[in-house]
């Protein structure tokens, strides 16, 4: 029985059997939604023909979308959580087959049939994935786990503990030098590798833990991200990858632009007027509405970025520039509320519209930090190959204090990776960043943390 249920919500039965039972919902629902109202119906039959002509459609759209909003993957979320990524990922679907519909007109697509099985589906999808998340946890948080590495041994094995997710199971944390490695891997489920750890040693762990058939993941380093998508080649009877050039293409670059021009202006419209109330509110209490800085965006081009004011005046005269951080007391109550909602980034509409910014992208940083950034870790100036962004990789994956590194990771990895497709999904899972849990949250304080770690660690 137990395996039975692991089957179904391991990592791969999660990818494949939760989007079928979601589209059995919608089946299911759907139908229901048809006898309901089958007496208030004119031409049932034809409005029932109709759906089943339109079903295949939906099922395409649901795919993808639930792919975009990741409701084909397992997150720790809150009920909450999961609800409005479901109405997000719904109300998608819905506007997609009404547009559908209207397109092939033969579709006599009821309204009615189509808010009420929608509203069915929020609710039960929403209580489906919470018991299949809540489940999937269950079954793999008993997997023991294994952190090796150097200095950054402790950093890693600090976050596994703190997400209290499927790898906070940890039995050791051990240097890749320690005398009983392998030993621990075989008493592990699942080993980590740190990035420091030395190439020749890594890849030593790697093929003993495949031979062994013990699961290993890795941290990678900024220049093997620049590997991530090389292209095979064979030169006579050799096999050799070639590593493309970083960067857009000039035809990416252009269809990006009309896309940032497009949706930058839709989204104008649809924020001028509680943004000309944020204006007056500000303008009135504090006297200023705007916060001008500059900042770095592609080609090292300093531009100057807008946004609405969420600090107190002079914020940084006597201590000088200073990354902002989530209890900073420079923020006024005003500024939390925006910073809560996003709605300080709204100014930067004007920032895209006029071409210093991209819709998704790198966000933009201070020449200041830039300069300091790029003496530290070479790779840096390489996320300057694309425009800055309102959003990206790093914001929708990553937590408010995520580090510059990591952040770094994550926008190598998206220009290296780059297609409009990606733009979109970004775009869309925006949306989904204001209920995530924040990284802050959990039972153990930072020295409990550091003390469970401190007791794992073998020398």
């Known amino acids: 029985m137990n395996k039975f249920i692991e089957s179904i ?23 229901l939604a048809f006898f309901l109202f089958k007496d208030a119906l004119d031409n049932f039959t034809i409005n029932y023909q109709a759906f089943w002509s339109i079903y295949p459609y939906m099922i395409i759209s649901y795919i993808i979308l639930s792919h975009i909003f990741e409701l084909d993957k397992p997150k720790d979320f809150s009920l909450l959580g999961i609800g409005y990524t479901v109405v997000l990922t719904i109300f998608a679907l819905l506007f997609i087959t009404m547009g559908i519909s209207f397109l092939f007109r033969e579709f006599a697509y009821p309204r009615s049939i189509l808010l009420t099985s929608s509203a069915l589906q929020i609710l039960l999808i929403s209580l489906w994935h919470f018991f299949a998340n809540r489940m999937y946890y269950r079954v793999n948080k008993g997997k023991s786990v294994l952190v090796v590495g150097n200095e950054k041994v402790q950093a890693l094995a600090y976050k596994l503990l703190e997400s209290r997710g499927m790898w906070s199971r940890i039995k050791h944390v051990c240097a890749p030098t320690h005398p009983d490695l392998y030993s621990f891997i075989d008493e592990c489920d699942v080993t ?54 970083i960067g857009l293409s000039g035809s990416s670059e252009t269809l990006k632009r009309v896309i940032d ?26 006297g200023t509405a705007f916060y001008v800085q500059e900042r770095i965006t592609r080609d090292n081009k300093v531009f100057k970025i807008y946004k609405f004011r969420t600090m107190v005046k002079n914020a940084e005269a006597m201590s000088g ?5 989530e209890l900073d007391k420079r923020i006024t109550k005003m500024g939390r509320i925006l910073r ?19 819709i998704v992208g790198p966000r933009p940083e201070r020449p200041f930090f830039v300069e300091q950034f790029e003496k530290d870790i070479p ?10 962004g309102l959003t990206g990789l790093a914001q929708v994956q990553g937590k408010y204090n995520t580090s510059v590194m990591d952040k770094l990771k994550y926008d190598l990895l998206y220009i290296n990776g780059y297609s409009i497709a990606l733009d979109i999904k970004l775009i869309m899972q925006t949306l989904n960043i204001l209920l995530r849990k924040n990284s802050t949250e959990g ?11 401190e007791s794992l660690t073998r020398r």
Do not use: W
């Open 340 to 358: 809560a909602t996003r709605m300080d980034e709204v100014p930067q509409l004007y920032n895209i519209l006029i071409g210093d910014m991209s």
């Open 443 to 453: 039972v153990k304080s930072v020295v409990e943390l550091n003390e469970e770690i």
């Open 9 to 31: 919500f391991g990592y791969k039965g999660f990818r494949i059997i939760i989007p079928f039972l979601d589209l059995a919902i919608i089946l299911g629902t759907n139908i």
């Open 192 to 245: 980590f590798l740190t990035e420091d750890v030395e190439e020749n040693i890594k890849q030593d762990i790697i093929l003993y833990c495949v031979e062994k058939n013990r699961t290993v993941l890795y941290q990678p380093k900024n220049s093997e991200i620049l590997q991530f998508n090389a292209h095979f080649l064979q030169i006579d009877d050799s096999p050799v990858l070639d590593v493309r050039d």
């Open 261 to 286: 021009v497009i949706l930058g202006s839709i989204a104008l419209i649809i924020f001028f007027v509680p943004g000309a109330f944020i204006y007056l509110v500000l303008k009135l209490s504090s």
């Open 379 to 388: 790779e840096y100036n390489l996320r300057h190959r694309v425009k800055a």
């Open 321 to 325: 520039p200073v990354l902002a951080n």
